[in-house]
C-alpha cells in the first residue's frame, strides 16, 4: 500500500506570490489534516478535511485554505506569501477513527522557502 | 488555547543511558500519540494512548499516560544510537472532529 505523496518536496517562492501543495493520502483514507512546521513554533495544526468538507481548522489566517476531491486528494494554498511562511508543509492521512483512535500517517512534507 | 508542553527540548547522552521525555497540559485529551522524526522525513507514529494511567512498551520504549489524561511520559532504557531523532507527543481532542495539538519536540542525539 502506497504511503502518503506529497508534491511539490521542495518549494522556492519570493514575497507576495501564492502557492498551491498537494497531499495524495493513502488509499481508502477519507481524512486528510495539513499541519505547517517550523523550528520556532514546531507542529500547528491547519486545517482537518474529511469527505469533501472542512471539519476543523486552526488559527492560521485566511490567507491559508485548502480543499478536499472527491478522490480524497487535498491541497493547501497560501497566498500573499510571507518570510514566515517558511516551513515544512506536513500533510497526513487517517482512516475514520475507531474506538476513539484517530491514527494519523504523515507524509514526506513539502519545503516551503519563502524569499 | 490548547498547549502541550513537551520537555526536554534537546538530549544528548551517551550510548546506554536511560532518558525521559515528558508532556504536560491543562486539557483533558481523548488519547495521546508518540511520534518520531527524522531528517527529511514526516513523523511516524510509535504508539497511541487511549486510558488514564495506561502503560505500554515498545521493546526499549515505555510510555505512560496519566490518570487525569492530561499528561504523558515517554522513557527509553539502554539508548542505542538509532534512537536518535525528534520525538513528538500529539494529544488528541474529540470536538466533533479530530483535532491534534502537538508538543514542540524533543530533540534527542546519542552519542556513541
Known amino acids: 500500500k502506497a504511503g502518503v505523496t506529497q508534491t511539490p518536496r521542495y518549494l522556492i517562492k519570493t514575497r507576495g506570490q501564492q502557492v498551491t501543495l498537494s497531499c495524495s493520502p493513502i488509499s481508502g483514507h477519507r481524512s486528510v489534516s495539513w499541519y505547517q512546521q517550523t523550528p520556532g513554533q514546531g507542529l500547528q495544526f491547519l486545517f482537518e478535511?474529511?469527505?469533501?468538507?472542512?471539519?476543523n481548522k486552526g488559527n492560521f489566517p485566511g490567507r491559508f485554505s485548502g480543499r478536499q476531491f472527491s478522490n480524497s486528494r487535498s491541497e493547501m494554498n497560501v497566498s500573499t506569501l510571507e518570510l514566515g511562511d517558511s516551513a515544512l508543509y506536513l500533510c497526513?492521512?487517517?482512516?475514520?477513527?475507531?474506538?476513539?483512535?484517530?491514527?494519523?500517517?504523515f507524509g514526506p512534507g513539502t519545503r516551503l522557502t519563502v524569499l | 488555547t490548547q498547549l502541550l508542553e513537551q520537555s526536554p527540548q534537546f538530549l544528548s547522552i551517551q550510548e546506554g543511558e536511560n532518558l525521559t521525555v515528558y508532556c504536560n497540559s491543562s486539557s483533558v485529551f481523548s488519547s495521546l500519540q508518540w511520534y518520531r522524526q527524522e531528517p527529511g522525513e514526516g513523523p511516524v507514529l510509535l504508539v497511541t494512548?487511549?486510558?488514564?494511567?495506561e502503560v505500554k512498551k515498545l521493546k526499549r520504549l515505555t510510555f505512560q499516560f496519566g490518570d487525569a489524561r492530561k499528561d504523558s511520559s515517554l522513557h527509553i532504557t539502554a539508548a542505542q544510537t538509532g534512537d536518535t531523532g525528534l520525538y513528538l507527543c500529539?494529544?488528541?481532542?474529540?470536538?466533533?472532529?479530530?483535532?491534534?495539538?502537538f508538543g514542540a519536540g524533543t530533540r534527542l542525539f546519542v552519542k556513541a
Open positions: 494512548v487511549v486510558t488514564g494511567g
Open positions: 478535511y474529511f469527505s469533501e468538507t472542512q471539519r
Open positions: 500529539a494529544g488528541i481532542l474529540n470536538t466533533g472532529g479530530f483535532k491534534t495539538i
Open positions: 497526513a492521512s487517517s482512516t475514520p477513527p475507531r474506538q476513539g483512535l484517530n491514527e494519523q500517517f
